[in-house]
């Protein structure tokens, strides 16, 4: 039994277009967020539990809350720069096995002699 609504339902051809949504590489989701259409969000971002993500959201920052608000950037300017040009997700599994360790140490600078 239906209960009306179903009649006015449009289909997918009548729906406002907002564009691809983005979720780049080495991202962190939180629970419960919700990823409005359209939205790119960049490598390295992390989003807060609990979040609204309704604008972009830039490389390597963090995002919180509804709407959400940028907490800090995980890095400087030059190291963001750095681990963009590196794309280690584009790697083979070969060269990430290889450099498991640096990549996972935490230890920027070990990062960085990476090539």
Known sequence: MGHGWEKSTPSIDNLPLKGDTVVGNDVWIGQNVTIMPGVHIGDGAII????????????????????????????????IEFLLNLKWWDWSKEKIFNNLDALCSGDLDKIKKLK
């Not at 972009?56 to 920052?61: C, F, N, Q, R, S």
């Not at 919180?64 to 400087?76: E, L, T, W, Y």
């Open 48 to 79: 807060g539990a609990n979040s609204v993500v309704a604008k972009d959201v830039a490389p390597y920052h963090i995002v919180a809350g509804n709407p959400i608000k940028v907490i800090r950037k995980r890095f400087d300017d030059n190291t």
